[in-house]
C-alpha cells in the first residue's frame, strides 16, 4: 500500500488539518492516510492530553472513512522523534511505502528535524501550500495553499472568549462540541 502519514500535535485539530488530508488523497495517490498525533512534541511543546487530542482526530477525520485512519502507534511505542516512527512503520509493515504530508512552513525547516537526511532516504514527501507562507523560503512547484488556521491561535481565543465564538469557522463541529464537553482550553460549558 501507499501511505501518507500526516503526524502533528492536533492540539485542538482544525479544518486546515482536515483539508490538507482531503488533498492529499486527492493528488497523492495514496491508498491510506494515517494521521498520527504526536506523544510528545519534539521541541518540547506542551499539549493537551494525548487521549483527547486522539478523539477529536477521530472527530475531524471520520469524514473520510476507512481511506484515513487515526493511529496511536507514537503513544504505542513511546516515540519522540518522526525518524523513530518512520523507522517502526518501515519495520512492521515492509511491504508498504510511506510518505510524509507536511505543510510548506515545516518543510522550510526540515533541516532541523531529527535525523532528516535519513528520513528523505527512507521516505517520500508530500508538501501542501500554506496561505500567508513566504514561498520565497521554500522551493517547491506551485500548489493551492490551505488557509492559514492555527491550533495555537484557536486555544487563545478558546481561553479568551470561554467558547470560541470565531472558533466554529475553523473547527470541524465535532471538534468544537467535544472542546465544549470536556471543558479543554478553558472552555464554558
Not at 509493515?93 to 525547516?109: M, N, T, Y
Not at 512547484?141 to 488556521?149: H, Q
Amino acid at each position: 500500500m501507499n501511505i501518507g502519514i500526516y503526524g502533528g500535535a492536533f492540539d485542538p485539530p482544525h479544518l486546515s488539518h482536515v483539508w490538507a488530508v482531503g488533498y492529499a488523497l486527492s493528488v497523492g495517490g495514496f491508498d491510506k492516510v494515517l494521521v498520527v498525533p504526536c506523544l510528545n512534541h519534539a521541541f518540547g511543546k506542551q499539549m493537551t492530553r494525548f487521549e483527547d487530542r486522539e478523539e477529536m482526530c477521530l472527530q475531524a477525520f471520520s469524514i473520510y472513512g476507512d481511506r484515513v485512519q487515526v493511529s496511536d502507534v507514537e503513544y504505542e511505542i513511546q516515540s519522540r522523534y518522526t525518524s523513530e516512527l518512520m523507522d517502526h512503520l518501515i519495520k512492521t509493515r515492509p511491504g508498504d511505502k510511506f510518505s510524509l504530508i507536511i505543510g510548506e512552513d515545516e518543510w522550510a525547516v526540515f533541516h532541523k528535524w531529527h535525523d532528516y537526511e535519513s528520513l528523505l532516504k527512507k521516505v517520500g514527501v508530500l508538501v501542501v501550500g500554506r496561505e500567508g507562507f513566504r514561498p520565497e523560503l521554500v522551493q517547491t512547484t506551485s500548489r493551492p495553499a490551505l488557509p492559514n488556521i492555527s491550533s495555537s491561535q484557536i486555544r487563545e481565543e478558546i481561553r479568551q472568549t470561554g467558547l470560541a465564538v470565531f472558533a466554529r469557522f475553523r473547527v470541524p463541529q465535532e471538534v468544537l462540541l467535544y472542546i465544549k464537553n470536556h471543558k479543554l482550553y478553558g472552555a464554558c460549558g
